[in-house]
Nanobody
Framework: QVQVEESGGGLVQAGGSLRLSCAAS????????MGWFRQSPGKEREFVAG????????YYVDSVKGRFTISRDNAKNMVYLQMNSLKPEDTAVYYC?????????????????WGQGTQVTVSS
């Protein structure tokens, strides 16, 4: 099992940047794919970005390609989401989670419980 804690959210103007962090527990962290997800009020949670166990393969939802970058540091059990050129439609609670592979991440078939998430608000 992997437990996670997200941080780094905040209020930012459109066009600004934020870096989200995800601290994960568990000795098997480095064997899992990881992903970032988000949920806006009144909407279902959606996949945003994911990467494989080594970080060598990354993938994104079309709406964030070229603006967001996911990365991980297995030595520190950390996953990051660098968000640039933020738009008001990026406003959401952002969550990270582990999955067995990229297919599981894309389908949000995650391992362990969801964390509290971190709120990102982008003003226009």
């Amino acid at each position: 099992q992997v437990q996670v804690e997200e941080s780094g959210g905040g209020l930012v103007q459109a066009g600004g940047s934020l870096r989200l962090s995800c601290a994960a527990s568990g000795r098997t962290f480095s064997s899992y794919a990881m992903g970032w997800f988000r949920q806006s009020p009144g909407k279902e949670r959606e996949f945003v970005a994911g990467l494989n166990w080594s970080g060598g393969s990354t993938y994104y939802v079309d709406s964030v390609k070229g603006r967001f970058t996911i990365s991980r540091d297995n030595a520190k059990n950390m996953v990051y989401l660098q968000m640039n050129s933020l738009k008001p439609e990026d406003t959401a609670v952002y969550y990270c989670a582990a999955g067995r592979d990229s297919i599981a991440i894309r389908k949000m078939l995650t391992i362990g419980s969801w964390g509290q998430g971190t709120q990102v608000t982008v003003s226009s």
